[in-house]
């Protein structure tokens, strides 16, 4: 609340025209304050303060204290948050293009979904969230999903079979999961843990990031590296922020997004190398020879969620990207 109240009173002062005054910056996020996406909020403040000479302070409002992702893309919107770093998961809801990244087996590793993002089709995306009452500043990084459960090892689509498998508010992964043979289950990521320990859900889906920033082995036994599916994250800003800049000061925002990135993907790669040992280290049953292909094919049919709307070009194009 406190947060709220401080970008609320930065915004006012900036529009009483007084923009050397110091302003207070939020970055709001779902993780905690030490996983990748709390090394890119410090990334983004500390480059901010920086560039501006301490004209721009920052804290982060970690572990989903301002919302959910959906909640938090909302606030932007009104211009009630400042900036937020989000999975593109709820992003279709506001920005139906994004839709496109959300597709299983899209990426074939991360050099292609970096190249994707920090090129042309990555901008022609950020210009689309900026249609929408938002500002793209930057793609960052969540990382390749993995299935976690409480059940029993998952190897197989047959394992999937009636697994309530908690995913996010994002159309093409449910329809991929319920093409896979999983029961989906939509839930904002603040109500995930909870719901692991009361068994409302028996499973999820989450990058090595997640799953140990969220300490998910003390809800969950069983981990299988699919990597069904990639998930950017963006460093999103409040219009009603961004607006109240000079060039100059949103020239540091966007700066400030790129480092922001830098050091999230640079924690992505840490984990995907040290992080099958953290979560066996913790007790979990960590499957990585996983044959994807059964996989893949089931969830195809979750394509159309995106190409009935918007065809198939956007998708063809990312597949050529070398
Ligand atoms: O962005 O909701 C999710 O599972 C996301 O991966 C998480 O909030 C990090």
Redesign the pocket.
């Known amino acids: 609340m406190k947060h709220t109240i401080t970008a609320l009173s930065g915004a006012l002062i900036l529009a009483a025209g007084l923009a050397q005054a110091q302003q207070s910056i939020v970055v709001g996020h ?2 905690s304050p030490e996983s990748h ?1 709390g090394i890119g909020a410090e990334a983004f403040i500390a480059k901010v303060e920086e560039l501006s000479g301490g004209t721009f302070t920052g804290d982060q409002a970690a572990a989903g204290q301002l919302g959910g ?1 959906r909640d938090m893309i909302e606030g932007l919107q009104i211009g009630s948050l400042d900036v937020v770093i ?2 593109t ?1 709820p992003l279709g809801n506001f920005v139906p293009e994004v839709y496109a990244l959300d597709l299983p087996f899209l990426f074939r590793d991360y050099d292609h979904a970096r190249t994707v993002l920090d090129g042309e089709i990555g901008q022609e995306l950020l210009a689309k969230i900026d249609e929408n009452q938002l500002v793209g500043l930057a793609w960052s990084e ?1 990382g390749f999903r993995h299935v976690t459960n409480s059940q029993r090892p998952v190897r197989t689509p047959a394992d999937l079979d009636g697994l309530k498998l908690r995913t ?1 508010e994002n159309r093409v992964h449910m329809e991929a999961f319920s093409q896979m043979g999983a029961a989906p289950t939509p839930m904002a ?1 603040p109500e995930l843990f909870t719901a692991l320990q009361q068994g409302v859900v028996d499973g999820q889906e ?1 990058p090595v990031t ?1 799953i140990t920033a969220s300490k998910f082995w003390e809800v969950q036994g069983h981990v299988s590296l699919t990597g069904h599916v990639y ?1 950017p ?1 963006v460093i999103l800003a409040s219009p009603v922020l961004i607006d109240g800049l000079t060039d100059e000061q949103r020239g540091w925002f966007y700066e400030a997004a790129v480092a922001s990135a830098e050091a999230t993907r640079a924690e992505v790669n840490r984990l995907e190398d040290a992080g099958v040992a953290v979560m066996r280290e913790n007790g979990m049953e960590v499957i990585t020879e996983i044959d994807k292909a059964p996989f893949a094919e089931l969830a195809q049919p979750a394509y159309a969620v995106y190409t009935d709307q918007y065809g198939p070009e956007l998708v063809e194009r990312i597949q050529a990207v070398e």
């Open positions: 779902t993780l996406y992702e989000t999975s998961g969540n996010m990521f989450n997640v998930s994250a």
